[in-house]
Nanobody, 127 residues
Framework: QVHLVESGGGFVQAGGFLRLSCTGSKLMFNTRSMGWFRQISGKEPEFAAAISWSDGRAYYADSVKGRFAISRDNTKDTVDTVYLDMGTLKPEDTAVYFC?????????????????WGQGTQVTVSS
């Protein structure tokens, strides 16, 4: 069974920084692209960022471009981790953030392209 475990959410003031982490088995990560989505209360989940595991190319939603950075760490023996560094945070970034795995080499920018999801981590940005 595939497990994705997120961590790093929390409470931060506007302009601050948070790093989210998503860890899963190396076998899964090696065949997939990884994405971060966020769900604002009362709305559908929206794409934030994604990374191709094969070449590390990153993709961003316009709303986070220039402020967020997605990266990966595949140096450990049994697990891989994908990070989302979130800088210059705004109150409108407040949401539950989910990491997800896609079987596509080129990461989809829509949630239906992902078949495994983490449990989500809350990010709250105060003004």
């Amino acid at each position: 069974q595939v497990h994705l475990v997120e961590s790093g959410g929390g409470f931060v003031q506007a302009g601050g920084f948070l790093r989210l982490s998503c860890t899963g088995s190396k076998l899964m990560f090696n065949t997939r692209s990884m994405g971060w989505f966020r769900q604002i209360s009362g709305k559908e989940p929206e794409f934030a960022a994604a990374i191709s595991w094969s070449d590390g190319r990153a993709y961003y939603a316009d709303s986070v471009k220039g402020r967020f950075a997605i990266s990966r760490d595949n140096t450990k023996d049994t697990v891989d981790t994908v990070y989302l560094d979130m800088g210059t945070l705004k109150p409108e970034d407040t949401a539950v953030y989910f990491c997800a795995a896609s079987p596509s080499v080129v990461p989809p920018l829509y949630r239906n392209g992902y078949d495994y999801w983490g449990q989500g981590t809350q990010v709250t940005v105060s003004s």
